[in-house]
């Protein structure tokens, strides 16, 4: 071998030690670098793991409470339909007790009406019976009275008749006798009349007691 053979062979082995170092400190870095960020990957992959973790804590707290309010909803919901059922039922007595109180204002104010007519009725009837009293005891003592007048005035007339008589035949003559013969017939007219008035008013007294016999037959009106 050559002496410039020997030193290429040195130059090519040299080269290749060369590159090979080369190549090695090229690896070794990257080897580095690539365990570096495998760390670091690590290291997120950690923390990545952590909070998933804790995420899947807060999403489980979530769905607890979700599952309790949908609960607590649903309690809610079914609380809400049976107040409704019973303000329904609530309703429906009320109703019915509306009804029947209506009914029962109705027959009161139905039974007062009836009342207030046979209140009034009877108010009515007492007022005509004191009317008819009282104009039957004016009639009675009026009669009375103009009957004790006539019997007064029949003997006046008697007396009068006599004394005018014997005065006509001439018995006997004074200013007494000549005056019951100048009065004798307006007396009479007068007593006529006196009876006449009787008569009319004890046809009215029997008029009245007629009336008032027959309230005492009517019944009272019942109230109801």
């Known amino acids: 071998m050559t002496s410039t053979n020997k030193k290429g062979a040195l130059l090519f082995a040299v080269g290749l030690l060369l590159g090979g170092l080369v190549a090695w400190n090229h690896w070794s870095s990257v080897e580095i670098g690539i365990s570096a960020e495998l760390n670091g990957v690590k290291t997120a992959l950690s923390e990545s793991q952590l909070a998933l973790e804790n995420a899947q804590e807060k999403l489980a707290q979530l769905n607890s409470q979700v599952e309790e309010a949908v609960e607590r909803t649903q309690s809610l919901t079914q609380?809400?339909?049976?107040?409704?059922?019973?303000?329904?039922?609530?309703?429906?007595?009320?109703?019915?007790?509306?009804?029947?109180?209506i009914g029962k204002t109705d027959a009161l104010e139905k039974e007062m009406e009836?009342?207030?007519v046979a209140i009034a009725q009877l108010k009515k009837r007492v007022t005509d019976t004191?009317?008819?009293?009282?104009?039957?005891y004016k009639l009675t003592k009026t009669l009375g009275d103009l009957n004790e007048e006539i019997l007064k005035g029949a003997h006046?007339?008697?007396l009068s008749q006599k004394a005018c008589s014997?005065?006509?035949?001439?018995n006997s003559w004074n200013k007494v006798s000549q005056n019951d013969c100048d009065n004798f017939n307006s007396q009479k007219a007068e007593n006529n009349a006196m009876i006449q008035q009787f008569d009319h008013?004890?046809?009215d007294l029997d008029k009245v007691k007629r009336e008032l016999a027959a309230f005492g037959n009517v019944p009272l009106p019942d109230y109801p």
């Open 79 to 101: 609380q809400i339909e049976d107040k409704d059922t019973v303000i329904v039922a609530l309703k429906a007595t009320l109703g019915q007790k509306s009804k029947a109180y």
């Open 114 to 116: 009836a009342q207030s």
């Open 130 to 136: 004191d009317a008819l009293y009282e104009e039957r």
């Open 156 to 158: 006046k007339l008697e």
């Open 166 to 170: 014997e005065y006509k035949k001439g």
């Open 201 to 203: 008013m004890s046809s």
